[in-house]
């Protein structure tokens, strides 16, 4: 019998990573998000609509686990093994710039909630930044102490994390009003503002909120190099999947029905005031508040580890500088692991100002537009796998869903997010020109074909939001 390295992850800690990547600060905030662009009946409509196309990328996650065991780190080698190194390049790029800049978001959502628990002992901006700066460096430690201890605490995390989400289901079903639900005349007006709109423009404003709320369900898949087995991988993405949709819609349900609409748009702590709403008062919302850091710290933390792990495996297949490719002796991909906490920690800039911490919807937008490239790649190959291995009409109904899904969130987050996107892969083309350097390659024709295109819709759209013509 082959012996199991004790480093490696189980099913449980690869759903426990699942979760823990996806329930952060998303849910917590996602009733205020919601309510602010769609009424509570669309936003059934949008989880439904939401969910199905997560549960078909986690469907393809688990199609390609099975078929394609070989190819472990999936989000960056469906992507390479489907079209191509420079296309796999830019799966794993998009990736790992998507998810330091989650971590801004987080990390900036983590100290408002603090502050906000503190009250008038709230810490100032450049005390905020310094503690957010301990807590960064803190994770850091924690992840460089080996891969399997750092699944281990985020386990014990995601267990903390949960358990507010149940306060809010048991004890906020008592409070929900149908009539705080059913707000009336919701396909033409928005219940929060007074404001005219559309059922079709509810469920678009939706869209970008509730794939934010789902990015971390390819994470099983991101690890799988470091799964005991690749067999549990598409198992623990779909069982992560289908208890944080449970959750989700349940919670941003129940919070619509508990808090009136134009009352939820403006809470800085939505769930907080839906257990406050309860019989638990005062003590419940400081208990959301508390679920919230924890959450954020989960989430902070599952998503260095997702996030260190592209540019590794990319390295060390010639893809990304070779740089990346160095480990410590725990294994670790510790280059990697430095890099991504040096740039989260530049960015935490924007704790030190108020202006600027009211950019988190727009890195959070960015962050989900980054992200959909690679899926809509892993799309693709899924399409291309069925192809080749003549596999049945439901593998491609499934692989077919993923790629109208990518392609509609794409559209629904907006053109602009799409088009800022192109300045981070344009600035990718830097690394890439290094590793194939270093492996003495030339660039191909269609590469540099592909290059040229992306930088050129960079320049316009840097000189577009320069010039002001475009806001994000």
């Known amino acids: 019998m082959e012996a199991v390295d004790s480093r490696k992850l189980g099913f449980g800690l690869l759903v426990a990573l699942g979760v823990g990547s996806m329930i952060g600060g998303g849910i917590f905030n996602s009733p205020t998000d919601l309510i602010g662009v769609a009424n509570p009946q669309t936003t059934i409509i949008a989880w439904i609509i939401g969910g199905i196309g997560v549960i078909s990328l986690a469907l393809i996650f688990q199609l390609l686990a099975d078929k394609r065991p070989d190819l472990t780190n999936g989000i960056y080698n469906y992507a390479r093994a489907g079209f191509g190194e420079y296309v796999g390049f830019n799966s794993a790029w998009g990736y790992w710039v998507s998810a330091w800049l989650g971590n801004v978001a987080f990390l900036a959502l983590l100290f408002?909630?603090?502050n906000s628990l503190l009250?008038?002992?709230?810490?100032?901006p450049y005390m905020t930044f310094i503690a957010a700066s301990i807590l960064l460096?803190?994770?850091h430690f924690i992840i460089a102490n080996g891969i399997k201890s750092a699944g281990i605490v985020n386990s014990i995390v995601t267990i903390a994390k949960v358990l507010p989400l149940i306060l809010i289901v048991l004890f906020g079903v008592f409070?929900?009003?149908?009539?705080?639900?059913s707000v009336p005349n919701w396909q033409n007006t928005l219940a929060s503002t007074g404001d005219a709109t559309s059922l079709f423009g509810q469920i678009n404003g939706a869209m970008g909120t509730i794939l934010w709320c789902f990015i971390g369900v390819e994470a099983a898949s991101v690890?799988?190099?470091?799964?005991?087995?690749?067999?549990?991988?598409?198992?623990?993405?779909?069982?992560?999947?289908?208890?944080?949709l449970v959750m989700y819609m349940l919670i941003s349900t129940i919070a619509m029905g508990v808090v009136p609409a134009d009352k939820?748009?403006?809470?800085?702590?939505p769930l907080a005031d839906v257990l406050q709403a309860t019989v638990l008062g005062g003590a419940g919302s400081v208990i959301v508040k508390l679920g919230i850091i924890i959450s954020l710290f989960g989430a902070t933390l599952s998503w260095i580890l997702l996030a260190v792990e592209n540019p590794y495996i990319a390295a060390k297949d010639g893809v990304m500088p070779s740089w990346f490719a160095k480990e410590n002796d725990k294994g670790v991909p510790i280059n990697s692991l430095f890099l991504t906490d040096l740039l989260t920690q530049i960015?935490?800039?924007?704790?030190?100002?108020?202006?600027?911490?009211?950019?988190?919807y727009s890195i959070y937008y960015m962050a989900t537009s980054l992200v959909l490239i690679p899926y809509f790649f892993s799309a693709l190959y899924a399409a291309k796998v069925c192809r080749d291995d003549k596999l049945s009409v439901k593998s491609w109904i499934i692989a077919l869903v993923a790629i109208v899904y990518s392609v509609y969130v794409i559209y629904a987050v907006g053109v602009f997010y799409l088009g800022a996107t192109f300045i981070m892969y344009a600035i990718g083309i830097i690394p890439y020109c290094i590793s194939m350097k270093e492996r003495k390659r030339k660039i191909a024709k269609g590469e540099m074909v592909a290059m040229v295109i992306i930088t050129a819709i960079a320049?316009?759209?840097?000189?577009?939001?320069?010039?002001?013509a475009i806001t994000l």
């Open 137 to 139: 460096w803190v994770i």
């Open 459 to 468: 320049v316009f759209m840097g000189y577009q939001i320069g010039i002001g």
């Open 264 to 269: 939820l748009a403006g809470a800085s702590t």
């Open 223 to 244: 690890m799988s190099e470091r799964a005991e087995s690749q067999k549990i991988v598409g198992r623990a993405t779909l069982c992560s999947l289908l208890i944080t």
């Open 119 to 124: 009250g008038v002992y709230a810490l100032k």
């Open 347 to 360: 960015f935490l800039v924007a704790l030190l100002s108020e202006k600027l911490q009211t950019a988190y």
């Open 112 to 114: 408002k909630t603090l």
């Open 175 to 181: 409070a929900f009003k149908g009539a705080t639900f």
